[in-house]
């Protein structure tokens, strides 16, 4: 962001205005002609010269000086020996200090410091610095201040060809260095001089990286480890896995082999919470969660395909974009998808089948971000199309609480680590949404707009004071947000508490009575089918109906020919009768 200021003043402001006076002419330097420079001027016939009506200002630029400054380590080594003695020889220091021990100097030294650090002990015992006297007292309720948000630094992509910031890692540390991801997702986008690195950045110094990774391909994802600072892990976009030590340089130390590395770019790698802290797992478009261990890349430790049928075929696969873990739930683990699908799995099942436990439903597109609440494990924020959802792990027909649908796209979202009720989104105009639920549901308690391109990520340090946000033409922009946003209120945790509790009651009651309407729906379409058959066995169909009728009616024609032929032979009798007695 280029800051210019401009200055401007009438000459008529600059002070008191000279006077002047006539005097006689006084010749001080007599400058004779000289043929010779005649040869250096050229004549100008005719001169113009333009005038204009409008008063003439002066305009004057003034830039500070840049400062650079590398940061270099300094290795400290024992001293204070005197030049006799080799600090390296075990003999020499003992026989030294048992010298200096027998010294009177040195034991009433002792003696004396004695005294003064026996009081400091007594003190400290007697007296807690860190007690809090006020803490029962009711809080003064302060002026509320406006939801704020500040620019600390910017940090741009240092290469020609801009990619897109995909990912960021805090230092685990200390939170002074911010790792970030450089690759380019567009499809058949990548140029030959477009470069692969990606960079570790002091947040203090945005002119230049502490230390650039080189990866085999671009990185798509990077994550510190929180067990070892100076060991982070990344996924490339060719859907290998690479890790590095910051000690020992800019190459990785080791990858793992293309045949048994992901086959799409991988979008996610989580470190697990081990004994030894080398354990980590990812997770990839091409439908597989791999565990990894960084002291054997040669193949994954273990393998889930993410077979919605749990037939484990990798072509009915649902292509991985997010992942979620959480230390308290060693188990468990849940996949954001392509699809809009978030799976719930769990790695102790004993049938890969067994794995996935169930699905979530209600997004229209990929998941892009998948992340629980540090204070509420059972709820989970996800953020994908043009919305962000809360979920319960209890409810697995919708979201308790969602946000409206924006006119542009969500790309990233994630929990502040010190409010339980506050998260943050980053949309594809370039704008950052702070999200406070118990402040404000319907709409953002804050919205920044950071930069003119779209925004892909973000990140929060763990004090939840500074975030990071990086941007389609890799610009990652740090930010500070004001203290009302990541301190703590009162009594934040009961609210929040009592909040899903009452949207999960709510859902749990709506999905009850929708599960009741479609009961009844049921049991209705099966009584008409009942009817509908009883109906169909009573009535004749057509060809029976036609030889009953034919049956009938030769019944009665046969009848009719049978009183017929009675009457016939009665008639007769009665002329025989009549032709006796005639």
Known sequence: MEIVYVYTKKRSEFGRQCNFSDRPAELHVDILPDPSLAANFIDRDPCDVSIQCTQEMSEHEVNTERFEYETCGINHVEGGWPKDINPQEMEQTIRYRKKVEKDENYVNTIMQLGSHMEHCIRQNNAIDIYQEYFEEEEVVEETEEQPSAKTIN????????????????????????????????????????MSYDSYIWDIENPNKPEMTLKPVSPLVCLEYNSKDSH????????????????????????????????????????WLQSKTGTDFFSASTDGQVLWWDIRKMSEPTERLVL????????????????????????????VGTEQGLVVSCNRKAKTPAEKIVCTYSGHHGPIYALQRNPFFPKNFLTVADWTARIWSEDIRESSIMWTKYHMTYLSDGCWSPVRPSVFFTVKMDGTLDVWDFLFKQNDPTLSLKVCDEALYSIRVQDNGRFLACGSQLGTTTLLEISPGLCTLQKNEKALATMM????????????????EMRLKERSRSEQSKEDEAKEGEGEESTEELVARVEKEFYEMMEAEMKNRGKDEKKEQEEDKVRNRKG
């Open 154 to 193: 910017v940090f741009r992509d240092p290469n020609k060809v801009k990619r897109t910031a995909t990912s960021l890692s805090w230092h685990p540390d200390g939170s002074h260095k911010l790792a970030v991801a450089y690759s380019s997702l567009e499809f058949q986008k990548v140029t030959k001089d």
């Open 231 to 270: 060991i982070l892990v990344g996924g490339s976009y060719n859907g290998q896995i690479a890790y590095w030590d910051t000690r020992k340089g800019s190459q990785p130390l080791e990858m793992s082999t293309i045949e048994h590395s992901h086959r799409d770019p991988v979008y996610k790698v989580i």
């Open 307 to 334: 077979d919605p049928s749990k037939e484990g075929k990798l072509d009915n696969a649902l292509g991985a974009i997010s992942l979620e873990f959480e230390s308290t739930m060693p188990t468990k683990f849940m």
């Open 500 to 515: 899903f509790e009452r949207e999960t009651k709510r859902e749990k009651i709506l999905e009850a009575r929708h599960r």
